[in-house]
């Protein structure tokens, strides 16, 4: 589909040259049958290249307008910081937040978890893996 709906008649009456006008099968609305390991038709190859350009154009512009999104949240929070009293406060003094993450909490030191390695000696390493 294109935009969420059917593929839309374009010139005279047809959603491709290969159909007739005013023709709403299922063909010519943009169906595809096949997989592409069965082969697809000429038609269906153009109604598959028109989903794909669709979303390949929304994956750009949705990352454009969320990336000006981040950029604003980050310029209208660039003041804010935590002080010394574990409060959350910008520029010029106003509370934000009563505790940073609202329980004062380092997530840096929240759970700690222990990584056991090998440490076999390299002898042992080599006769046993090579």
Same mark, same amino acid.
């Given at each position: 589909?294109? +935009?969420?709906?059917?593929? %839309? $008649? ?6 491709? %040259? ?8 299922? +063909?010519?609305? !943009? ?18 290249? *028109? !989903?794909?350009?669709?979303?390949? &154009? ?10 000006? &999104?981040?950029?604003?949240? &980050?310029?209208? #929070?660039?003041?804010? *910081? ?7 406060? @910008?520029?010029?003094?106003? #509370? &934000?937040?009563?505790?940073? !993450? +609202?329980?004062?909490?380092? !997530? *840096?030191?929240?759970? @700690? /978890? /222990? #990584?056991?390695?090998?440490? %076999?000696? @390299?002898?042992?390493? +080599?006769?046993? $893996?090579?």
């Amino acid at each position: 589909n294109v +935009e969420g709906k059917r593929i %839309p $008649f374009g010139f005279r009456h047809r959603t491709l %040259p290969h159909f007739t006008k005013d023709d709403y099968g299922p +063909e010519s609305k !943009g169906f595809v049958e096949n997989s592409y390991l069965a082969g697809l038709t000429a038609s269906e190859f153009f109604f598959h290249a *028109m !989903g794909g350009r669709e979303g390949l &154009i929304d994956t750009a512009v949705k990352t454009a307008e969320t990336g000006y &999104i981040q950029r604003r949240l &980050i310029k209208a #929070m660039e003041s804010v *910081m935590v002080n010394y009293d574990g409060t959350v406060r @910008n520029s010029i003094g106003q #509370m &934000i937040q009563l505790r940073y !993450g +609202e329980d004062g909490l380092d !997530g *840096m030191w929240v759970e @700690n /978890q /222990q #990584m056991l390695t090998m440490k %076999p000696t @390299n002898a042992v390493f +080599e006769s046993e $893996f090579k």
